[in-house]
């Protein structure tokens, strides 16, 4: 009754991890697999999709093979804001075999109130100086001002494309659907010798869906930063973003 989803992925990886000296030649070589699996679960869905409560967890474990000697990784991240390059947690790049991910999520849907939370957990078979465990996690809430609810798809156990009851008009009553939203993420980067640094953001948003496939997206944005080593290293430091965005779907 489409109340599960499960997809399972397999994949080969191929190509160069550099571009100096034989590193160029080896577009063609395997250098290591990915093996990916997500489930979700509806235990309760009614109002006709105006009430729900899905559950999900997804694994990947990743290889990376002895073809290519000195293969790095990295772990990093953007202070919630993709329109800036600055990364204030890094990891820098360090050698690794394998690493393997764990990623529940949970999201509670009652009519225009909605919370939604999942926590990353990646842990890393390092070449040398022992195994590290990064983790990430958010908490987020929203409340639709105009009474709209968030659309899920059952089929794909993920939410999709907002559309409000009233499209945006300029002569005819329509204000289209506004969203208040409030969301707190945790990313810690420090372990095992490693001290990327540790981020927690405060985000709160204004969202004005004029039409499905058109939006405004106001967002305020408290970044603090502790306990970074690598390269410009941070003690403590704070972080203020305001943001304005319009987007169209096509």
Request: with cysteine; aromatic share 14%; proline share 3%.
């Amino acid at each position: 009754d489409q109340r599960m989803t499960w997809a399972v992925g397999a994949f080969l990886n191929t190509g160069s991890f550099g571009n100096l000296g034989d590193e160029q030649d080896q577009l063609s070589e395997a250098n290591g697999y990915d093996l990916t699996g997500r489930v979700t679960g509806l235990p309760y869905y009614g109002d006709h999709g105006r009430r729900f409560l899905h559950l999900g967890l997804s694994c990947s474990y990743q290889l990376r093979g002895d073809a290519i000697e000195g293969a790095q990784v990295e772990f990093r991240a953007r202070p919630e804001s993709r329109l800036t390059n600055d990364k204030l947690v890094d990891t820098g790049q360090f050698g690794a075999n394998w690493k393997g991910v764990i990623n529940p999520e949970v999201a509670v849907v009652s009519g225009p109130f909605s919370l939604q939370g999942e926590t990353c957990i990646t842990y890393v078979n390092k070449d040398t100086g022992g195994n590290a465990l990064f983790w990430g996690s958010y908490v987020f809430a929203s409340y639709f001002l105009t009474g709209e609810t968030r659309n899920y798809e059952t089929s794909k156990g993920v939410f999709s494309q907002l559309k409000p009851n009233r499209n945006f008009h300029f002569t005819e009553e329509g204000w289209g659907a506004w969203e208040l939203a409030l969301r707190f993420s945790y990313l810690d980067l420090n372990d095992s010798g490693i001290n990327g640094g540790i981020e927690q953001d405060i985000t709160a948003g204004l969202n004005w869906y004029l039409t499905p496939e058109t939006r405004f997206m106001f967002n305020c944005i408290r970044a603090r930063v502790t306990d970074r080593n690598t390269p410009p290293s941070v003690d403590n430091a704070l972080a203020h973003i305001f943001q304005i965005r319009f987007q169209m779907y096509f």
